[in-house]
């Protein structure tokens, strides 16, 4: 029996600087946008207790996530001062979760 093709995505995961909930909910907006902009999904999993940190899987739409998309999105990430920490994740086959 062969094996189902691979479906290569990466974690995302970032902590606004503010706990306003409208600086939050713009730099959500901004993130979901820009992986959109990229070709790409992101849907977010289940928040941490008692943390800030917004966690995402990143996968692309029609196609697989990449080396390429991750950078981009550190890349964006890297940019944004309202942010107070964040890390993207390797990529990985989500067949193997």
Do not use: I, K, N
């Not at 992101?42 to 899987?57: E, G, H, K, V």
């Not at 080396?67 to 067949?95: F, I, K, M, N, S």
Request: charged share 30%.
């Amino acid at each position: 029996m062969s094996r189902a093709c691979p479906v290569f995505a990466f974690t995302v995961s970032f902590a606004p600087a503010t706990h306003e909930d409208d600086a939050r909910r713009a730099v959500v907006d901004a993130f979901l946008a820009r992986t959109r902009e990229l070709g790409l999904e992101a849907s977010a999993r289940a928040s941490r207790p008692q943390s800030d940190t917004l966690d995402y899987l990143v996968r692309g739409e029609a196609m697989q996530a990449c080396d390429a998309d991750r950078d981009a999105v550190e890349r964006w990430l890297r940019q944004r001062p309202e942010l107070a920490h964040w890390t993207v994740g390797a990529l990985h086959d989500l067949q193997e979760e």
